[in-house]
């Protein structure tokens, strides 16, 4: 195994590139599967022919004047200053010692018993005798200290090793070079091309990317300020809901009035401040339109009053003596009024109202709360003369469901 030199990663043999990180790991040390390339081109050559069998069955010889390697060293003295006295001693060997012979037995003893035959002693075979060392005459006086030439070194026997078989890893290819690597790894053995490749996120539709439904891209791109400009907007809010409360309430109260129903609502008491006889002002209440209530003069007024307040939306107005408008015109019928609405609390109202000198259902829009009371003046009207009192046909309220 081999370790990465950047992040310590243990690589395979012949790994070129680290798995983790990528980094270079330098050429690798798997040997070559050529046979030829064991002992390289420029290495020693195996001799072949018959010299060759005799190298490899004997052993090999140093050239003359080299010393054998297992010969035990020879002490070489110093030179001396009379080597003439010196030479004979040195030349003549010392004879080896000659091994010594088995004990002398004792003398028997002629008062004593007479002695056991002793064992006989297994005769040894003679020690060899050692050779003497033999030392190298020193030069003469006139002779030169030569130098001794080393021995010329013996090269070994090239060893051919078996190539091991090429184990392919089993493993996802790589994208760039197709090299297949191991599971797990990050970069190409060969290459160090990645091979964790990332898939890119698919394009959001149309809708997602309109604000408010922008996903944001980045990781807090923004965030804090979408969030800071949100808590504004919300204080602000508030400021201005209590700053401006009935402005805030009446816009609340009339989108609840378009938004909700309405249902009609019939007061609980009528009263008139001057009427016509036959034309009392309950006429102009009981939901019929060929009844009315006939006002004197101008000043008249038409008070309804209701048990419980209510959210007051509309008021609808039938004037003349007829819907039919041949009918319609023989009459007096009023054109302005003056509504005045009183609530719960004791405020009250004023309104003035344009009526269209037609036959049919005018809408008076109020949108006023807790109304307890409703008085309808008469201000102006058309049509009138001797005799012909100012109709009232019929008048509707409305309340907010």
Partial sequence: MRACPACGTANGEDDEFCGNCGSYLGWSSRPSRNPSAATGSDGPAEPDGPAAGATAGAPAVPPPGTAPENADPVPVPPPSSHPEQEAPARSTPSPAPEPAGPPAEPAPDPAGPPPAEPAPTPELPPRPARPAPVRPEPPGEDAPVAAVQPAV??????????????????????????????????????????????????????????????????GGSGRLLRRGVLALVVVGL??????????????????????????????????????????????????????????????????????????????????????????????????????????????????????????????????ISDVVSVRLVLRDAAGQGEGRPIAVGEVEFFKRT
């Fill in 153 to 218: 070194p013996v090269a070994r026997r090239p060893v051919v090793r078996p190539v091991a078989p090429d184990e392919t890893p089993d493993g996802p290819p790589c994208p760039a070079c197709g090299t297949p690597n191991l599971p797990g790894r990050r970069f190409c053995r060969r290459c160090a091309a990645p091979l964790q490749t990332r898939e890119e996120p698919k394009s959001l539709p149309r809708w997602r990317t309109v604000w408010p439904f922008r996903r944001r891209v980045r």
């Fill in 238 to 367: 508030l400021c201005a809901g209590f700053l401006l409360v009935p402005a805030g309430r009446y816009l609340v109260e009339d989108v609840r009035d378009k938004l909700g129903g309405t249902a009609e609502i019939s007061p609980s008491k009528v009263t008139a401040s001057s009427r016509t006889p036959g034309h009392p002002a309950s006429d102009a209440v009981d939901g019929l339109t060929n009844t009315y209530w006939g006002a004197p003069a101008l000043g008249s007024s038409l008070t309804c009053s209701f048990d419980k307040p209510f959210r007051l939306v509309g008021v609808v107005v039938h004037t003349g003596v007829s819907l039919e408008p041949k009918e319609f015109r023989q009459g007096a019928r009023p054109t302005r009024a003056e509504l005045i609405v009183t609530t719960a609390d004791g405020e009250v109202r004023e309104e003035t109202v344009t009526l269209t000198d037609k036959p049919g259902p005018q809408t008076v829009r109020t949108a």
